[in-house]
């Protein structure tokens, strides 16, 4: 069974940082795509950024490009969305995605597996 696991999220205020970790279990990833997506109180869930989870492009909406940056510890078979500089737009419940394939994208649909999201919120 596929588990997809966020850790990390909290309460900062504006301009700090916070690092989400994304645990994956129940398959070898190596050849799929994981994402960060999030959704803001009644907004849509929009795309944040996205990697190969083995090496290579990644991926990052235009308002959080410069700021955020996503990695992976392949060891630990674990995804990282390091947040800086953070705004108070960026508050929403942030989710963890990986699809197969191994093209990077940004719509939902890319993405067959999904975490339950957690918690960002960036006081003024």
């Known amino acids: 069974q596929v588990q997809l696991v966020e850790s990390g999220g909290g309460l900062v205020q504006a301009g700090g940082s916070l690092r989400l970790s994304c645990a994956a279990s129940g398959r070898t990833f190596s050849s799929y795509v994981a994402g960060w997506f999030r959704q803001a109180p009644g907004k849509e869930r929009e795309f944040v950024a996205a990697?190969?989870?083995?090496?290579?492009?990644?991926l990052y909406a235009g308002s959080v490009k410069g700021r955020f940056t996503i990695s992976r510890d392949n060891a630990k078979n674990t995804v990282y969305l390091q947040m800086n500089s953070l705004k108070p737009e960026d508050t929403a419940v942030y989710y963890c995605?990986?699809?197969?394939?191994?093209?990077?994208?940004?719509?939902?649909?890319?993405?067959?597996?999904w975490g339950q999201g957690t918690q960002v919120t960036v006081s003024s």
């Open positions: 990697m190969r989870w083995s090496a290579g492009s990644s």
């Open positions: 995605a990986a699809g197969g394939g191994g093209v990077v994208g940004s719509t939902e649909g890319r993405y067959e597996y």
